[in-house]
């Protein structure tokens, strides 16, 4: 089942790609990526394809699928080919191509670029500490490299698990092409064998990666900076294929303020919060443009013409994207995914809105009959007018609540400890699944670990999210607010204190 479907290589469409991992909530970075490879499509009369990896299996969350397509549409990305639409290059999402990555490894041990390495975890994990303890890279010495076909049978014939890993040469150096930075060049002694095929039969990203991006025809890949070290190895597998390489753009990560890569410590980093808490989705995609340079700025003329004012030279629809963006123009110090811009961009997508298209973009995210469906259930018992409707549930409406001291300092706590404990209770949210007796659960363990009794831990949490020491139910509560924008109110709770008390 080998699909040889692949574009003859000469006058090839420009075919490219996303493929992000379903490993949690849709990410800010898929939305720029996304938007790159969509304008680089456009502007080139080519197709853009989105793959699902979910090769691995350890980080699969089931629900992140379907966010990731949700989100994408909601900046109103659309893609040419993907698991959703299909297409004539598929399947694309990686689970169901398992049996072609058994295949073309197969040919890589054939042709002596890969080979069976036996080492158990054990003792790949003391091989491991050694070099630590030796202050050596951690790296596979590669010792069942130069087994001879016949100790290589005698293992398989003792039925002993294995993976398959790259053959990397050991010395010497290669050089790859980017596109934005010209030639890099990496010494193979920093380049480790790579597993190719772990030992239950599931390919790594890097071979899934590499064999897809050829049989779907990819002609440029345009990734992250982040994947800049892997490339050393998709390029050896190209050539132990023996296929055609497509070009390599690695694009400036997004960064926080203060320059370090974008982390959720420091900004939400989910689409879904961006939504949910009612960032106006063209305004969103206009931000993710400017990041990078790639947007050229109107000229005095346009200017003048169009009466725009400075600052309005930052917005953009996607058409005039597509029209305007310029890859030559990107400049690789790290743009800066400030909320500020972003905050500042998106109030002027709404006052460029008519009253009518306002009123049904409220109505379509923060008082969505659905949303409200969701709350009415949390304080129909509770009330004795429906004019107490927003007593009770403005937390759920607002964007900044902050309790007082007295709200969230339990009795027999420091502050430092308290903290301690909100950072703790921040880490123990994110893995939940966003589900009342899941978050329960694992608030209830965290609190037993930490010896803190029931109550002082949910009225910590209760006087964070809600700004009160009464409100609904708390576990409901958490579940119609979303995942996304509990999160954030926490993270900026523990922010602002530690901020006051520096
Ligand atoms: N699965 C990788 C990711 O999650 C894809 C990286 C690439 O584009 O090669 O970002």
């Known amino acids: 089942m080998t699909p040889e479907t692949t574009p003859a290589s000469s006058a090839r469409k420009t075919r490219v790609r996303i493929a992000p991992s379903p490993t949690g909530d849709p990410h800010v970075g898929t939305a720029y990526i996304g938007l790159l490879n969509y304008l680089f499509a456009k502007q080139r009369g080519g197709e853009f394809v989105l793959r699902i990896e979910d090769t691995d299996r350890t980080r699969f969350v089931a629900s992140s699928e379907q966010m990731i397509f949700d989100a994408l549409h909601w900046v109103g990305l659309e893609w040419n080919e993907g698991p959703d639409v299909g297409g004539p290059f598929g399947p694309y999402r990686q689970s169901e191509r398992t049996e072609i990555y058994r295949e073309y490894c197969d040919k890589l041990l054939q042709s002596g670029h890969a080979y069976r390495a036996f080492e158990t975890a054990e003792e790949l994990e003391a091989e491991r500490k050694a070099q630590l303890a030796a202050k050596l890279p951690p790296r596979y010495t590669g010792r069942s490299r130069n087994l001879s076909p016949e100790e290589v049978q005698a293992e398989l014939a003792a039925g002993k698990p294995f993976t398959i890993r790259l053959k990397v040469p050991s010395e010497g150096s290669m050089t790859f092409r980017d596109e934005l930075r010209g030639d890099i060049t990496f010494e193979y002694t920093n380049v480790d064998d790579q597993v190719l095929m772990k030992s239950d039969g599931f390919p790594t990203y890097h071979l899934a990666n590499v064999v897809d991006d050829h049989l779907m025809g990819i002609t440029d890949v345009i990734r992250a900076e982040e994947w800049i070290s892997s490339t050393p190895k998709h390029v050896l597998l190209y050539k132990g294929f023996g296929w055609e390489m497509p070009k390599f753009w690695h694009m400036p990560l997004l960064r926080n303020v203060d320059k370090s890569k974008i982390s959720k410590r420091k900004n939400p980093v989910s689409l879904n919060y961006y939504k949910d808490s009612g960032y106006l989705p063209n305004a969103m995609l206009n931000f993710l443009g400017l990041m990078g340079g790639g947007m050229a700025q109107p000229t005095e003329q346009e200017i003048v013409s169009k009466g725009l004012n400075t600052k309005e030279g930052d917005i953009f629809s996607l058409a005039e994207m597509t029209e305007r963006f310029d890859f ?175």
């Open 328 to 502: 030559s123009r990107i400049s690789l110090g790290g743009p800066v995914f400030d909320l500020v811009k972003l905050k500042w961009l998106n109030g002027e997508y709404i006052r460029k809105l008519t009253p009518e298209e306002f009123f049904a973009e409220m109505r379509k995210t923060v008082f969505s009959d659905e949303y409200l469906r969701a709350i009415a259930p949390l304080v129909q018992n509770r009330l004795e007018t429906l004019g107490g409707f927003g007593d009770m549930t403005s937390f759920l409406f607002s964007d900044n609540v902050m309790p007082a001291e007295t709200t969230w300092l339990p009795k027999k706590r420091t502050v430092e400890e308290t903290l301690a404990f909100a950072g703790e209770l921040l880490g123990v949210l994110e893995k939940a699944e966003w589900e009342a007796s899941a978050i329960e659960a694992a608030m209830k363990q965290l609190g037993e670990e930490q010896q803190w009794s029931v109550k002082e831990n949910f009225m910590l949490l209760r006087a964070i999210l809600t700004g009160s020491t009464q409100s609904p139910p708390l576990m409901e509560s958490l579940i119609v607010f979303g995942k996304a924008r509990s999160l954030d109110r926490v993270r900026r709770f523990i922010d602002a204190q530690k901020k006051v008390r520096r």
